[in-house]
């Protein structure tokens, strides 16, 4: 957690960037953004070393020219990130539908007709946060857990910024499955970014990217006990620079083996759709983030 004065400056400094950020035309802060993370990564030894060595784990066939190009890009790509969640602070509905497009809403209906809900399992792919504002525009009654930030300040400003379309956020925690089981029930779409290896939550051991990763397995749970499909959904920031956003058909849910088996089958089926994101869009995920921290031998 961090210090008291340190928690404080890091509040103010997100506060005045949503601010200033926010006032900005999107195409200036699309300018400005990818300047700044380049010079932030320069003060982040440990985050530029982390996004080596991960993209070596991900891509031994690529040179090392090949992955300098990709960590450049994975640092434009937060840049412009930043940015963009600045511009949703004061942005409106019609203006994020202007630059956003949606497939596959069909698989969610479809999902929907069966009256238990549906769940995205999803991953830090693209700006997930314009996809967790695109959702609610478009009329998905969506509900998401999330981590709480250490700073409740820093929490409640950027849930401000999540609710604001239609969202509603649930803190990650022992309450968290209730909260989402009570959601699925009303039919409501639920949503859980399983690409991390998260402390103090269910998970198991599934492959990425060729090597065992520790997954949340949640979501995987509460669709084999509660019956719901299980939709793989991304989004990716294209070239010119609008947003795509995918809904996949419900993952296979798995018949054979005991409750931690089918558990453990349809977590790794969840798994596999992120990489396949991820290796369609290499430049638009969290390589610095230490998703191979634990492993089965420890």
């Known amino acids: 957690m961090p210090s008291r004065g340190g928690g404080l400056a890091l509040y103010l400094g997100l506060r005045s960037f949503l601010g200033v950020g926010g006032r900005l035309p999107l195409r200036l802060g699309r300018a400005i953004g990818p300047q700044l993370s380049a010079a932030a990564f320069k003060l982040l030894p440990r985050s530029r ?28 790509h937060f ?21 956003c497009e949606i497939e596959g809403m069909e698989h969610l209906g479809t999902a929907l ?42 929490d409640h400003l950027v849930n401000a910024m999540r609710t604001r379309f239609g969202t509603e956020i649930v803190p990650r925690g022992p309450a968290a499955g209730r909260r989402l089981a009570r959601a699925l029930a009303r039919n ?15 998970g198991v051991f599934v492959p990425f990217f060729g090597r065992p990763a520790w ?55 969840a798994t596999a759709a992120v990489e396949r994101q991820i290796r369609d869009y290499p430049e638009q995920w969290v390589w610095m983030h230490r998703r191979w921290r634990r492993q089965p031998e420890s």
């Open 113 to 154: 007709e069966g009256g238990r809900g549906a769940m995205f399992a999803t991953g830090h792919c693209g700006n997930w946060e314009m996809l967790s504002a695109l959702l609610p525009i478009t009329g998905v009654p969506l509900i998401t857990a999330v981590r709480e930030l250490d700073d409740p300040r820093l």
């Open 215 to 269: 997954t949340p397995s949640g979501a995987a749970m509460l669709s084999i006990r509660m019956r719901f499909p299980l939709l793989p959904g991304f989004i990716h920031r294209r070239a010119d620079g609008t947003h795509k956003g995918v809904i996949h058909p419900p993952l296979p849910v798995p018949t054979d083996g005991t409750l931690a088996d089918k558990v453990e089958e349809l977590t790794a089926s």
């Open 49 to 76: 070393r982390r996004i080596d060595s991960h993209l070596e784990i991900a891509f031994p066939e690529l040179d090392q020219d090949q992955r300098d190009a990709l960590k450049a890009g994975c640092v434009r």
């Open 79 to 99: 840049g412009l990130m930043l940015a963009e969640v600045a511009w949703l602070w004061r942005a409106q509905p019609a203006q994020i539908e202007a630059i």
């Open 188 to 202: 409501q779409v639920t949503a859980l970014l399983i690409d991390q290896d998260i402390k103090d939550v269910p």
